[in-house]
């Protein structure tokens, strides 16, 4: 471990000094060789599609786990759009002049050397690996064990490009000791990691939050709620709060609760409950919902859970103050959506609620860094310091202030 991590440091060194326009030309190389061994990707996915069957992972799991030639052209694409963003590292932040009579510039520089601990999705290992690049980071990568072939072919195509271009390939690495174990002796070597961000499940944030040395950024729980207030367009109503949750019911971004305004909760619960219906989802109610349409109870523990399948809880709320009172509650500071054409009380709903997105008629499955033009993002930090919500190669750089004198004492 620590001659892994000592490469690591020694690699994000010569990582720092790389030009945007040499970055740049490398990672659309990336992008292009995961294209040219995708049968050889596709062939270790299927490996671990197969243990998926016989450890009885679930289905969204499965669907999270799963690589195709779509998704994997997928993750070139993002791969090339984070090639096209512009340069992080290198900008002047701010300049002045000291009244010693010296120049100040605040520069956006790397972090250095980045953890990453994450599950399920290989594409995280070519989505991060290719952020952690751009921005001068190394990337030291811990996937789920469920995806292990997946994430090691990946990474072994990145490592390629990288050594075709005599750069280390421990730029972008796997953690040679993938265990429990590993984990907790990765997360206290603050004297070679500079940054840990654990993206998964709650007890694995928790976790790494108790235990770690390092600093961490925290990709928590994503337990959303989408409000329809008394002033909501039905259609508009209807088709957000269906794709919010039954688009991709896995994702973190995906809807959980369903609040509803009691002044219009008789009008158009039974509409909500034939559009779930239509899509197979598994509806809870409060006792308001339950005497207007036909679910089974939602309990207290159901409106705190992050289910991450087709399940929904739905909760009758006196208005927005009570949308905002259940979400202050039970939220996880990820995202949160108002459906409403009263600008007024959109406006508090998005001024009030305290999540790292909050929407106005739009699906909460847009909480995604390439839909937000990032390319992809690291995690989503429900973290409020130094980084909240999808995190891009900006949110992977610290600064620095350089100092230029002329022999200046004090």
């Known amino acids: 471990m620590e001659a892994f991590l000592q490469e690591a440091k020694a690699s994000s060194r010569v990582l720092s000094t790389l030009s945007g ?63 096209a963003l512009k340069e992080p590292i290198g900008k002047v932040l701010d300049g002045w002049y000291a009244d ?25 290992t070519a989505d991060v690996g290719a952020l952690c690049f751009k921005s001068g980071n190394v990337a030291i990568l811990k996937g789920g064990k469920e995806a292990e072939n997946s994430n090691r072919a990946i990474a072994q195509v990145l490592q390629g490009v990288l050594e075709a271009h005599d750069l280390p390939k421990g730029a972008v690495g796997l953690l040679p000791d993938s265990s429990r174990e590993g984990v907790a002796k990765l997360i206290k070597q603050d ?12 007890a694995l944030i928790k976790y790494v939050s108790s235990n770690a040395t390092v600093p961490v950024v925290k990709h928590d729980k994503g337990l959303c709620h989408t409000y329809i207030d008394e002033d909501a367009d039905f259609e508009k109503a209807l088709a957000v709060a269906v794709n919010a949750k039954c ?54 523990e159901d409106y705190r859970t992050e289910y991450l399948e087709n399940i929904l809880a739905i909760k009758v709320v006196e208005g927005v103050e009570g949308a905002i009172g259940h979400i202050e509650q039970y939220g996880s500071q990820h995202s949160e959506a108002i459906i409403t054409e009263n600008y007024t009380t959109a406006e508090h709903f998005l001024n009030a609620v305290d999540a790292a997105c909050v929407y106005l008629n739009a699906s909460t499955q847009f909480t995604d860094g ?28 610290t600064y620095k202030y350089k100092i230029y004198g002329s022999g200046q004492v004090r």
């Not at 995961?34 to 499965?62: C, G, P, Y």
């Not at 010693?100 to 995280?124: D, H, L, T």
């Not at 992809?376 to 919500?389: C, D, F, P, Q, Y």
């Open 370 to 397: 390439g839909e937000f033009g990032f390319g992809a993002e690291v995690g989503i930090s429900t973290n409020k310091l130094h980084a909240r919500g999808p995190m891009g190669v900006s949110e992977l750089t």
């Open 21 to 83: 326009t040499e970055k740049n030309r490398i990672l659309r190389e990336m992008a292009q060789a995961l294209r040219n061994n995708r049968q050889e990707i596709l062939q270790a996915n299927s490996l671990d599609m197969a243990d998926a069957e016989t450890n009885n992972l679930t289905a969204a799991l499965k669907d999270r786990l799963l690589l195709d030639e779509s998704r994997i052209e997928g993750m070139a694409v993002a791969i090339e759009e984070i090639a």
């Open 247 to 300: 688009r991709r019911t896995g994702i973190c971004g995906a809807l959980e609760t369903l609040l509803v305004d009691e002044a219009i909760a008789a009008e158009i619960l039974p509409a909500l409950k034939e559009a779930y219906d239509a899509q197979g989802t598994e509806v809870r109610g409060c006792e308001k919902t339950q005497a207007i349409i036909n679910v089974n109870a939602a309990t207290v």
């Open 191 to 202: 004297a070679y990691v500079d940054l840990i961000v654990p993206r998964g499940g709650e």
């Open 100 to 124: 010693a009579g010296f120049k100040i510039e605040k520069v956006s520089v790397p972090i250095g050397v980045i953890g990453v601990i994450y599950e399920s999705r290989p594409n995280v």
